[in-house]
């Protein structure tokens, strides 16, 4: 078996995992963007609090590595 027929078989086996990836991201982006539509202060407030959270994270962890 030739390199080109591995890259034939590797091609097959993931261009259906990457088509249900897509398929799912889509899906998780259309639910998102509808909770944002239906509930935009809720969608605004979980915002604030995961960027808050993420920075607090951030900024333990690059004090840590200052020391």
Same mark, same amino acid.
């Given at each position: 078996?030739? &390199?080109?027929?591995?890259? &034939?078989? %590797? /091609?097959?086996?993931?261009?259906?995992m990457?088509r249900?990836v !897509? !398929?799912?991201v889509a &899906? /998780? !982006?259309d639910?998102?963007?509808?909770y $944002?539509r239906?509930e935009?202060?809720r969608a605004?407030i %979980?915002?604030? /609090? $995961?960027?808050t =959270?993420a920075?607090?994270l951030?900024h333990? =962890?690059?004090?840590?590595? !200052?020391?």
């Amino acid at each position: 078996m030739g &390199h080109s027929d591995l890259m &034939h078989q %590797a /091609a097959d086996a993931v261009t259906p995992m990457l088509r249900d990836v !897509s !398929s799912r991201v889509a &899906h /998780a !982006s259309d639910r998102t963007l509808g909770y $944002v539509r239906n509930e935009p202060v809720r969608a605004a407030i %979980a915002a604030a /609090a $995961v960027g808050t =959270l993420a920075f607090a994270l951030w900024h333990l =962890l690059s004090s840590r590595n !200052s020391r």
